[in-house]
């Protein structure tokens, strides 16, 4: 995840790229994106231990505490993204038809490699 935020980020400015998608260009004309965010992200991302990158389920607040300090966001930041991870997971996990609902199909995009897998970040 974190290196995928990080070509992301080399591709220019987010809003200019979400623009591109068919359909979304006219959606995003009001939307502001905070650039600081993938910033922050990538903060929390790399105050982890490579261990809780492999396995988030072993983070309980001690270790979210830390990582809160190491990169100077609260925990309640650190709670956001872990949720916003899983349901990210989630999301591909259905569209890459692992789902229960059947496979639906999804092209291999090479900057989203196994999001259902067991990496973290």
């Given at each position: 995840?974190?290196?995928?935020?990080?070509?992301?980020?080399?591709?220019?400015?987010?809003?200019?790229?979400?623009?591109?998608?068919?359909?979304?260009?006219n959606?995003?004309?009001?939307?502001?994106?905070?650039?600081?965010?993938?910033?922050?992200?990538?903060?929390?991302?790399?105050?982890?231990?490579?261990q809780?990158?492999?396995?988030?389920?072993?983070?309980?607040?001690?270790?979210?505490?830390?990582?809160?300090?190491?990169?100077?966001?609260?925990?309640?930041?650190?709670?956001?993204?872990?949720?916003?991870?899983?349901?990210?997971?989630?999301?591909?996990?259905?569209?890459?038809?692992?789902?229960?609902?059947?496979?639906?199909?999804?092209?291999?995009?090479?900057?989203?490699?196994?999001?259902?897998?067991?990496?973290?970040?």
């Amino acid at each position: 995840m974190l290196e995928q935020f990080r070509q992301i980020r080399k591709m220019g400015d987010i809003k200019g790229m979400l623009s591109m998608i068919p359909g979304l260009g006219n959606q995003l004309k009001n939307i502001d994106i905070d650039e600081r965010q993938f910033s922050q992200i990538e903060a929390i991302i790399l105050s982890m231990t490579p261990q809780e990158r492999e396995k988030p389920n072993i983070m309980n607040f001690s270790r979210k505490r830390r990582i809160a300090a190491g990169c100077g966001l609260k925990v309640e930041d650190i709670n956001r993204l872990i949720k916003q991870y899983e349901s990210m997971r989630r999301l591909m996990k259905q569209m890459m038809g692992k789902g229960k609902k059947g496979k639906r199909g999804m092209p291999n995009f090479p900057m989203m490699p196994q999001m259902g897998g067991r990496r973290f970040f």
